[in-house]
C-alpha cells in the first residue's frame, strides 16, 4: 500500500514537473514583431493671384472710361504699403458711377484640402459722421464664388462688408487646383450720392481698406 503510495506521488511530481517545464518553456520562447512608422506633415499653402480686373474708372478730365486688364498680378506675397499689390485700381478720383471687378485665382500649393474665405476691413476705421463713414456707406460690394453663385445681398455696402466679416467662398482639396472668384466695388450713378441735400456730402473723402483671403485647413 505504502509502495502503490509512493508510485503515485511519483507520478503525479513528475506531472507536475512536466508541467513546470513546458510553462517555462514558453516563457522562454518568444516572437516579436516590429512596425516601422513614417509621418510626414502635410504642406498648406496658397497661392493668390490677380487675372483680370475690368470696368469704369475716371480719367484726368474726371470722365467715366472703360478699361480691361489681363495683366497677372501675383498676391500671394501681397503687401499692404505696396501700391502694385492691390486688388483694386481706382486711380486719384472716384465718381458716381464708377465700378471695378476683380477675378481672383486661389491655388493650393500644398497638400492639405482647405477652406477658403475673404474678408474686407477698413486700414483705419473711419470716424462717425465723417465724410469717409459716408463713402464707405456709398460704395457698393458683390462676391461671386467659383460657381458663380453672388453671395451678397443686393445692396451690400463696404460698411456692411466689413461688420459681416469673412465670407466663405469654398474648398479646395486636391494639390495644385485652382479656383477662381469675383470681387467687386462700385460707386452707384444715382441721385443723391455726391450730396444727400442736407450738406452730407462726400467728396474729397479719402477712404482705405484692405482685403484678406484666407485659408483654414478643411475638417
Request: glycine content about 6%; overall charge negative; proline content about 2%.
Given at each position: 500500500m505504502k509502495k502503490s503510495r509512493a508510485i503515485i506521488m511519483s507520478v503525479v511530481l513528475a506531472l507536475m514537473s512536466a508541467i513546470i517545464l513546458i510553462t517555462a518553456s514558453v516563457a522562454l520562447f518568444s516572437d516579436s514583431v516590429t512596425v516601422v512608422n513614417y509621418l510626414q506633415a502635410g504642406t498648406l499653402d496658397i497661392g493668390l493671384a490677380r487675372t483680370q480686373?475690368?470696368?469704369?474708372?475716371?480719367?484726368?478730365?474726371?470722365?467715366?472710361?472703360?478699361?480691361?486688364?489681363l495683366e497677372r498680378v501675383d498676391l500671394t506675397d501681397a503687401q499692404t504699403d505696396d501700391p502694385d499689390d492691390t486688388v483694386f485700381n481706382l486711380?486719384?478720383?472716384?465718381?458716381?458711377?464708377t465700378w471695378q471687378e476683380?477675378?481672383?485665382?486661389?491655388?493650393?500649393?500644398?497638400?492639405?484640402?482647405?477652406?477658403y474665405s475673404v474678408a474686407f476691413f477698413f486700414s483705419e476705421v473711419p470716424e462717425e459722421g465723417s465724410a469717409a463713414a459716408r463713402l464707405a456707406d456709398k460704395l457698393l460690394v458683390t462676391i461671386t464664388d467659383s460657381k458663380g453663385e453672388v453671395l451678397t445681398e443686393a445692396g451690400t455696402?463696404?460698411?456692411?462688408i466689413v461688420a459681416q466679416g469673412a465670407v466663405a467662398l469654398g474648398s479646395i482639396s486636391s494639390p495644385n487646383a485652382k479656383y477662381t472668384f469675383r470681387l467687386k466695388i462700385e460707386l452707384p450713378l444715382e441721385e443723391g450720392t455726391w450730396d444727400d441735400g442736407a450738406g452730407a456730402t462726400i467728396m474729397n473723402a479719402a477712404l482705405a481698406f484692405?482685403?484678406?483671403?484666407?485659408a483654414t485647413q478643411k475638417v
Amino acid at each position: 500500500m505504502k509502495k502503490s503510495r509512493a508510485i503515485i506521488m511519483s507520478v503525479v511530481l513528475a506531472l507536475m514537473s512536466a508541467i513546470i517545464l513546458i510553462t517555462a518553456s514558453v516563457a522562454l520562447f518568444s516572437d516579436s514583431v516590429t512596425v516601422v512608422n513614417y509621418l510626414q506633415a502635410g504642406t498648406l499653402d496658397i497661392g493668390l493671384a490677380r487675372t483680370q480686373l475690368s470696368g469704369y474708372t475716371a480719367d484726368e478730365n474726371g470722365i467715366l472710361q472703360f478699361s480691361s486688364d489681363l495683366e497677372r498680378v501675383d498676391l500671394t506675397d501681397a503687401q499692404t504699403d505696396d501700391p502694385d499689390d492691390t486688388v483694386f485700381n481706382l486711380g486719384a478720383q472716384s465718381i458716381p458711377g464708377t465700378w471695378q471687378e476683380a477675378t481672383l485665382e486661389i491655388e493650393n500649393r500644398g497638400t492639405v484640402a482647405f477652406d477658403y474665405s475673404v474678408a474686407f476691413f477698413f486700414s483705419e476705421v473711419p470716424e462717425e459722421g465723417s465724410a469717409a463713414a459716408r463713402l464707405a456707406d456709398k460704395l457698393l460690394v458683390t462676391i461671386t464664388d467659383s460657381k458663380g453663385e453672388v453671395l451678397t445681398e443686393a445692396g451690400t455696402t463696404l460698411t456692411d462688408i466689413v461688420a459681416q466679416g469673412a465670407v466663405a467662398l469654398g474648398s479646395i482639396s486636391s494639390p495644385n487646383a485652382k479656383y477662381t472668384f469675383r470681387l467687386k466695388i462700385e460707386l452707384p450713378l444715382e441721385e443723391g450720392t455726391w450730396d444727400d441735400g442736407a450738406g452730407a456730402t462726400i467728396m474729397n473723402a479719402a477712404l482705405a481698406f484692405n482685403i484678406t483671403v484666407s485659408a483654414t485647413q478643411k475638417v
